[in-house]
């Protein structure tokens, strides 16, 4: 299989437009980017953890600092109207790539972790109390996974996790168990960043709703990798990154339906979230600013535009179809060794990532001499501890597809991992 054909997407295309593919790794690696040119080629699959950015989007960012780098909302000069508009108008872009009804409903934030910790804290505090629960899934990311337990000790609710069965899959039934009508919020990850599964969100949020919960959607894994649809799901609340979707760091986003994030107090305030203050008293932008205390991320915000008019360039849908298509190879791949375990779904029910251990060899010196080859995944525990306390393990390796990656990538991570069956046999 080579890198045109028979690719959903123009592979050979795509990676010209990543020039960080070109790196060599090896050597000292204490100067950053400045790797040897005579080692081994990148072969770059930690891209759960954070995707490569596209010349488009570098170009976004040097723009914006070279022709009319200013801040928003606050200047009547035509820097700050220019700033203003593209930051307002990247709100507009987002809000279509993910089905939202417009601006009101996107929140520029720092990242997926902010986004929860907002909601949890501005809707959370407020709405939670002793006798009420909070549904959340064995697999959730500590993003979630902490700030919902955090929130439920200061307001006294119960926390619930709903059962990841053998296959690695949500035990509905459980599920469907736990959601009562003590519920006020339902918090489950769209595709686990761990096991690669993806969990049916739509009937999730038809249980929440029958029970008048809410439900709020960890989309850090499923956005950049899929089409998703705010509408479709009914989903009350969507977080997600932009450094996982060819955007930068510092950016994240939080889709609320509008008349929640009207009914909500203010998470930080300050500067930028008010419309008229005295010394007594304080009233508050309209949405979506009411929730932008302070200088927010103009530049950050104005790429991540860019990211999303690339990503639909390629489109979700061809993405979602290569991510399947990798996963399934390496997948298929990885299983064939009988030391090799692989966590999660079969290959063809998952997301685009596939974490790994081999047998007696710890996750860190398995990822060292995959590194050694250029081959970079995560080892670790991928800030799901409790779900790998569950699977009796203490790190896995990782390794996530983007639409740069090729079959002969994995065919390296494949070779790299068995180079280090044999070293450790
Ligand atoms: N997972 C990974 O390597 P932030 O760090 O806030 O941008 O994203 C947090 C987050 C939340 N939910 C899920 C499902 C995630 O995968 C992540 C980030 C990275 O798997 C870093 S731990």
């Known amino acids: 299989m080579g890198t045109q054909e028979p690719y959903p997407i123009d592979v050979e295309a795509i990676r010209e437009d990543f020039p960080i593919l070109d790196r060599k790794i090896g050597g000292d690696?204490?100067?950053?980017?400045?790797?040897?040119?005579?080692?081994?080629?990148?072969?770059?699959?930690?891209?759960?953890?954070t995707s490569h950015t596209p010349e488009p989007v570098v170009e976004a960012i040097a723009d914006y600092y070279r022709g009319y780098n200013?801040?928003?909302?606050?200047?009547?000069?035509?820097?700050?109207?220019?700033?203003?508009?593209?930051?307002?108008?990247?709100?507009d872009r987002v809000a279509e790539f993910i089905g939202a009804d417009g601006r009101e409903e996107i929140l520029f934030t720092a990242n997926t972790t902010a986004s929860v910790n907002l909601v949890a804290y501005a809707w959370g505090l407020d709405a939670l109390g002793p006798?009420?629960?909070?549904?959340?899934?064995?697999?959730?990311?500590?993003?979630?996974?902490?700030?919902?337990?955090?929130?439920?000790?200061?307001?006294?609710?119960?926390?619930?996790?709903?059962?990841?069965?053998?296959?690695?899959?949500?035990?509905?039934?459980?599920?469907?168990?736990?959601?009562?009508?003590?519920?006020?919020?339902?918090?489950?990850v769209h595709v686990s960043n761990t096991l690669g599964a993806i969990n049916p969100v739509r009937r999730?949020?038809?249980?929440?709703?029958?029970?008048g919960a809410r439900i709020f959607v960890d989309g850090a894994q499923s956005v950049p990798t899929r089409p998703v649809d705010v509408t479709d799901l009914d989903a009350d609340f969507l977080a997600f990154s932009g450094h996982k979707m060819c955007g930068p760091t510092g950016i994240g986003v939080l889709y609320g339906k509008e008349h929640l994030l009207a009914e909500m107090d203010p998470f930080l305030y300050g500067g930028?979230?008010?419309?008229?203050?005295?010394?007594?008293?304080s009233t508050w932008e309209d949405l979506p600013w009411k929730f932008e205390a302070g200088t927010p991320p103009i530049e950050q915000g104005i790429a991540l535009a860019t990211a999303v008019d690339y990503l639909d360039?390629?489109?979700?849908?061809?993405?979602?179809?290569?991510e399947d298509l990798l996963a399934e190879y390496a997948y298929d791949q990885l299983t064939a060794f009988?030391?090799?375990?692989?966590?999660?779904?079969?290959?063809?029910?998952?997301?685009?990532?596939?974490?790994?251990?081999?047998?007696?060899?710890?996750a860190?010196?398995?990822?060292?001499?995959?590194?050694?080859?250029?081959?970079?995944?995560?080892?670790?525990?991928?800030?799901?501890?409790?779900?790998?306390?569950?699977?009796?393990?203490?790190?896995?390796?990782r390794a996530s597809f983007y639409i740069y990656n090729t079959v002969e990538e994995i065919d390296a991570l494949v070779d790299a991992v068995d180079a280090a069956r044999q070293l450790f046999a």
């Open 204 to 211: 999730l949020a038809d249980l929440a709703h029958d029970h």
């Open 272 to 281: 930028e979230m008010i419309r008229r203050v005295t010394y007594e008293e």
């Open 131 to 188: 006798g009420d629960s909070v549904v959340l899934t064995e697999m959730e990311h500590h993003a979630s996974l902490v700030t919902w337990q955090q929130i439920a000790k200061k307001t006294g609710a119960e926390v619930r996790y709903a059962r990841v069965d053998d296959d690695g899959t949500l035990d509905m039934d459980h599920a469907a168990d736990l959601i009562d009508d003590t519920t006020e919020m339902v918090s489950v």
């Open 29 to 49: 690696a204490t100067t950053p980017g400045e790797g040897p040119t005579d080692d081994a080629p990148l072969v770059y699959l930690d891209n759960a953890a």
């Open 313 to 322: 360039d390629v489109g979700m849908e061809n993405v979602r179809a290569h």
């Open 338 to 362: 009988d030391d090799v375990t692989v966590y999660g779904p079969p290959g063809d029910d998952r997301g685009g990532l596939v974490a790994f251990n081999l047998d007696g060899v710890h």
């Open 364 to 397: 860190h010196d398995l990822s060292s001499i995959l590194n050694e080859r250029g081959v970079a995944v995560r080892a670790g525990d991928h800030c799901t501890q409790p779900l790998h306390d569950k699977l009796g393990i203490a790190a896995s390796a």
């Open 70 to 91: 200013s801040n928003v909302h606050r200047g009547i000069h035509q820097l700050s109207q220019e700033a203003s508009v593209a930051y307002e108008e990247a709100h």
